[in-house]
């Protein structure tokens, strides 16, 4: 989860209260497999307006 809300631009990093926890050798790979074959589970285009918002609300 952390990586998908990382390419979303919502977090910094995948890093977890473990520094020892990251992502497996073709994980982040099959994360992108599995978001293209179903984009409908990754709403990007509203994460984007909302960062948008988000400045201009400040």
């Given at each position: 989860?952390?990586?998908?809300?990382?390419?979303q631009?919502?977090?910094?990093g995948?890093w977890?209260?473990?520094?020892k926890?990251?992502l497996?050798?073709?994980?982040?790979?099959?994360?992108t497999?599995?978001?293209?074959?179903?984009p409908?589970?990754v709403?990007d285009?509203?994460?984007?307006r909302?960062?948008?918002?988000?400045v201009?609300?400040?």
């Open positions: 989860m952390h990586e998908v809300l990382r390419r631009g919502l977090m910094d995948i977890t209260l473990n520094p926890e990251t497996s050798p073709g994980q982040a790979e099959e994360i497999r599995v978001i293209d074959a179903y409908q589970l709403d285009v509203f994460v984007a909302f960062l948008e918002n988000e201009n609300v400040i």
